[in-house]
């Protein structure tokens, strides 16, 4: 089945030490997406890909980067963590992203501790 | 700025029974697209249902459908015949030309046997 992956599910690391996350996809969409999801709160998008164009979102730290090496992967990355962004990091995808209708389709989420 | 307001953190409907789920929103656009996602847990977001904002018929999902008040910018979402499947968290969403994607902050709803 077509989908998006995340990896890993629950990720740990330390404060102030770099780590990345990953998400595929097999839908062959043009755009994806990073959300952070916080305990009982809306998810916010941090930044989107629409193929190689970054579009990062005005209020999104400089510590939160993106790389999309190609159609299927993209990674983001948190430079030095803070306690703060301890959170769900959820990905996801989309097709032509100026046709208003379309969905978006979403993987599991990544679950960030920041100890 | 567009947002997106769900007033009911929390709600229980008994199975089989039917529940309605709230959300308003703001906004000066004219053109977009309202969505209905569900996040059972520990699974991914999908798709419930969406709304045209130019479309006077509310949609219907099966058992989903929603009340499009365009005027009172309200879109709320009905579910029927609630299934234990039903349980989860359930966000309200708008997406325009200007904004991709922007959620509320969700109603959990719980569905007891």
């Known amino acids: 089945d077509a989908m998006v992956i995340q990896n890993p599910r629950y990720q740990v690391t330390q404060f102030g030490k770099p780590v990345t996350l990953s998400c595929s996809q097999t839908?062959?969409?043009?755009?994806m997406y990073w959300y952070q999801q916080k305990s009982s709160q809306a998810p916010k998008l941090l930044f989107h890909y629409y193929d190689k164009d970054f579009n990062n979102e005005a209020d999104t730290p400089d510590n939160f980067q993106s790389r999309r090496p190609n159609t299927s992967f993209c990674f983001l990355d948190i430079r030095s963590p803070g306690l703060g962004d301890a959170a769900m990091y959820l990905c996801?995808?989309?097709?032509?992203?100026?046709?208003?209708?379309?969905?978006?389709?979403f993987g599991p989420g990544t679950r960030l501790t920041v100890l | 700025a567009q947002t997106v307001t769900q007033s009911q953190p929390e709600m229980s409907v008994q199975e089989a029974e039917t529940v309605t789920l709230s959300c308003t929103y703001d906004?000066?656009?004219?053109?977009?697209?309202l969505f209905w996602y569900k996040q059972p847990p520990s699974r991914q977001m999908i798709l419930v249902i969406r709304?045209?904002?130019?479309?006077?018929q509310n949609a219907t999902e099966n058992r989903f459908s929603v009340n499009f008040q365009k005027a009172a910018k309200s879109f709320s979402l009905k579910i029927s015949d609630s299934q234990l499947g039903d349980a989860a968290m359930y966000f309200c969403a708008y997406r325009s030309g200007s904004v991709f994607m922007r959620f509320g902050a969700g109603t959990r709803l719980t569905v007891k046997p």
């Open positions: 709304q045209e904002a130019y479309k006077q």
């Open positions: 906004t000066s656009e004219s053109d977009y697209y």
């Open positions: 996801a995808t989309s097709r032509d992203p100026t046709e208003l209708y379309n969905e978006q389709f």
């Open positions: 839908l062959n969409h043009n755009v």
